[in-house]
């Protein structure tokens, strides 16, 4: 089943490649502000939210696109449970140690008062994401997403560089020693997701599982503001909309952004662009039924930076690389963590036994490395996404996305 489905989606994408739509010739239709695809992490309880995108573009896109984004994501959490004291007795003793001395003895629910939670993830996740991207005004446009997903094991030749195989073989070669956060330990080439909220709701994906996560509205203004477009920056503001429609989160989140471009012109037909962008999302401002709790912090922030250096050929295509960073803050409430109780197999895992909730309570950040190539007819992207701070949320995450922009 994994096979076929890794399959349909090399299929779509050689269609795509082959097929292309008329433009004018001005590669401006193209080359607007910064290459950036959608690059978000894929986090395991992100699948089901609907995360803001930044926009590093500088202007409207006269032209309406298609995007088509491909990536894949290893990620791997041992299996740990938690306890969250209730009675403030028990917290206040639990603050008072570290959090891998804390003795916190659960009896029942009448003697020692407590919310339980357990998980464990290990897949390689494959996100497919479709966007159409229209003008709807002089200074606004409008993007709508469809995204989806489907959980694999990871096998070679459709996760080549995400497979356990291959980032366990680098740890043993290169950094990181032997089975440094347990796969080994756990079999490599698995699919194990199962996770039991505090309430008690359970949550279990399985290998060639396919997920229509939700659909995306996307609303962009682009302020013309003349100081700064002399000194070549711009802005562009976003409203964004997230119906989810998977059956462990059906509802909706609302959100805003802001980003901000300055572009420098260089010698040589090349230039260097710079952004900064910063968004905050409502998670389930509605929910269509009772939902699982994917964390009980309602608001999500984020911020990115980028760098990008383009160079053009005589023809007027283009090549860019740049680098990326994301951070996003916690998706459960800090302060729990003053006092949580995790319990995992800490003696037979090297390192990272307790992440499957300890990485809840922190900001998770990202390095992207990115290289595209435009022309007139196209924009193709490809990257590569590493947390470096271990967070294994996701451990590696690969790319590609081709853009096409359509006849008037």
């Known amino acids: 089943m994994i096979s076929e489905k890794t399959r349909n989606f090399s299929f779509l994408f050689i269609l795509i490649s082959i097929f292309s739509f008329g433009q004018k010739k001005d590669i401006i239709t193209i080359k607007n502000g910064i290459d950036r695809p959608n690059i978000l992490p894929i986090h395991h309880f992100g699948l089901f939210s609907a995360r803001i995108n930044q926009n590093f573009k500088n202007r ?17 959490h041992p299996f740990v449970e938690m306890y969250l004291p209730e009675n403030e007795s028990d917290r206040k003793l639990q603050r008072e140690q570290i959090w891998f001395n804390r003795r916190f003895n659960f009896i029942n629910q009448e003697t020692t008062p407590a919310k339980y939670s357990n998980i464990i993830i290990d897949a390689v996740f494959k996100n497919l994401r479709i966007d159409f991207n229209t003008k709807i005004g002089k200074k606004q446009e409008l993007n709508i997403t469809l995204r989806s997903y489907l959980v694999t094991k990871g096998k070679y030749p459709f996760s080549f560089f995400t497979s356990d195989e291959t980032i366990e073989w680098f740890h043993s070669n290169i950094a990181g020693g032997e089975d440094p956060f347990g796969r080994k330990y756990y079999g490599l080439n698995q699919v194990n997701i199962k996770y039991q909220d505090r309430n008690g709701k359970t949550l279990e994906l399985k290998d060639g599982q396919f997920l229509i996560g939700g659909i995306e509205f996307n609303h962009f203004y682009y302020p013309e503001i003349i100081n700064l477009k002399e000194k070549n920056i711009s802005l562009n503001f976003g409203s964004h909309l997230g119906i ?7 509802s909706i989140d609302i959100g805003f952004s802001g980003n901000i471009i300055k572009k420098w012109m260089l010698k040589s037909n090349k230039e260097i662009r710079s952004s900064f962008g910063t968004a905050l999302l409502r998670k389930n401002i509605l929910n269509f039924k009772d939902v699982i709790d994917l964390g009980n912090n309602k608001f999500l922030g984020s911020s990115e930076a980028m760098v990008e250096y383009t160079k053009y050929t005589p023809k007027k295509n283009y090549h860019s690389v740049s680098v990326n960073y994301q951070i996003q803050t916690p998706f459960f409430k800090t302060q729990e963590a003053d006092y949580y109780q995790l319990i995992g197999k800490w003696k037979e895992i090297h390192s990272g036994w307790q ?48 853009k096409i922009p359509l006849s008037n």
């Open 60 to 76: 409207v896109q006269e032209k309406s696109t298609f995007s088509f984004s491909l990536s894949s994501a290893n990620t791997f």
């Open 355 to 402: 992440n499957g909730f300890e990485k809840m309570y922190e900001y998770l950040s990202s390095w992207s490395w990115l290289y595209s190539y435009g022309t007139k007819k196209y924009a193709f992207t490809v990257y590569i996404k590493e947390d470096l701070y271990l967070n294994n949320s996701p451990d590696l995450q690969t790319g590609i996305s081709l």
């Open 244 to 250: 989810n429609t998977s059956k462990f989160n059906p």
